[in-house]
């Protein structure tokens, strides 16, 4: 994300929402917005922490009013599409590997 962002940055402006920026560590461009919302461990606080992020995604999308949203990997990528259809997801690995119950339970919805 970070080469991407200031590649972007040289003719867009340039949001980068975390989840949990609590360990950034490398340089980027552009604007950052950190949701303080970290990932959680059993299956129900997972459903509630989707949900949440979700819910946070759709209000800063709707007072950002972003033109166009890349979404990148599964863990940012269900919440966005939920939050908005303007999400362009990228996937960089293996569903058959690398996706949870939950995760094949959300893209069996899709």
Sequence with gaps: M???SFQFAK???VTL???DGSRMYYPYAGELINIHCPSKHGFLAKVF???DR???LRRIFKIKRFDTIISVMEH???PSILASRLTIAANHCN???NFSRFD???ARWL
Excluded: T, Y
């Design 76 to 78: 940012a990528n269900f």
């Design 11 to 13: 003719q867009h402006d």
């Design 95 to 97: 569903p058959e590997r």
């Design 17 to 19: 929402i975390l989840f």
């Design 2 to 4: 970070s080469d991407l």
């Design 54 to 56: 979700a819910n946070q």
């Design 49 to 51: 922490n989707f949900l």
């Design 104 to 106: 094949w339970l959300f």
